[in-house]
């Protein structure tokens, strides 16, 4: 049974736009939150992540949030741009570095 | 710095034949992984190492055999391939408990991944 859901598959999104992807989980041992990002025929790269002590991270134009109680967190990405069009990926950890996956949301950056 | 590799980039298999995929970091990272991805399943954990000579059964590990032999490079083996093994499959590194807790040490490099096929 998957641990972390990526429940919107897709997602399209004016340029300039923001763009939220969505995340829930049910392990609540889960203390550490990472989003990772995939272009076609190439390795997730990591993007920004959040602790568990934390409801807010801030790397640029991406925040990650983090709703313990409803275990859910989401990532904004403000202003979209057509570079953000890829495969993102939220993935959780409860500290022993096994990291469990989401299925992914496809998002695409219209011009 | 190449980061983490992985050779082949593709490969198409007959079932019943066997095959190894290669991985290799430079970046002094103490755990590796093996994952595979299917459309609508996320990443999916075969098998890990959390330091040269030892390995470790993930959460989809049938079917696959590894070996950490040196701490740079971490082995995937497919003794008799299966139609149901067509996948892509990703290799991750990352620093481990050297770097202490929680200091980032969850965050994973991946390698551009290997796309294989079993007829």
């Known amino acids: 049974d998957q641990q972390v859901k990526q429940n919107s598959p897709s997602l399209s999104v004016q340029e300039g736009r923001i763009s939220i992807l969505n995340c829930d989980y049910t392990?609540?041992?889960?203390?550490?939150f990472l989003w990772y990002k995939k272009y076609p025929a190439e390795g997730p790269t990591f993007l920004i992540s959040?602790?568990?002590?934390?409801d807010k991270n801030e790397d640029g134009r991406f925040t990650v949030f983090l709703n313990k109680s409803a275990k859910h967190l989401s990532l904004h990405i403000v202003p979209s741009q057509p570079g953000d069009s890829a495969v993102y990926f939220c993935?959780?950890?409860?500290?022993?570095?096994?990291?469990?996956f989401g299925a992914g949301t496809t998002v695409t950056v219209r011009a | 710095n190449a980061g983490v590799t992985q050779t082949p980039k593709f490969r198409v298999l007959k079932t019943g034949q066997s095959m190894t995929l290669l991985c290799a970091q430079d970046?002094?990272?103490?755990?590796m992984y093996w994952y595979r991805q299917d459309p609508g399943m996320g990443l999916r954990l075969i098998h890990y190492?959390?330091?040269?000579?030892?390995?470790a059964k993930g959460e989809v590990p049938d079917g696959y055999n590894v070996s950490r032999l040196k701490k740079q490079n971490f082995l995937l083996g497919l003794e008799s391939a299966a139609p149901s093994q067509t996948s892509v499959y990703f290799c991750?590194?990352?620093?481990?408990?050297?770097?202490?807790?929680?200091?980032?040490?969850?965050?994973?490099?991946f390698g551009p991944g290997t796309r294989l096929t079993v007829l």
């Open positions: 959040i602790s568990s002590i934390k």
């Open positions: 392990n609540s041992m889960f203390d550490y």
């Open positions: 970046m002094n990272h103490e755990y």
């Open positions: 190492s959390v330091g040269e000579g030892t390995t």
């Open positions: 991750a590194s990352s620093y481990g408990q050297e770097r202490g807790p929680r200091m980032g040490t969850d965050t994973q490099y």
């Open positions: 993935a959780a950890s409860d500290g022993d570095y096994k990291l469990s």
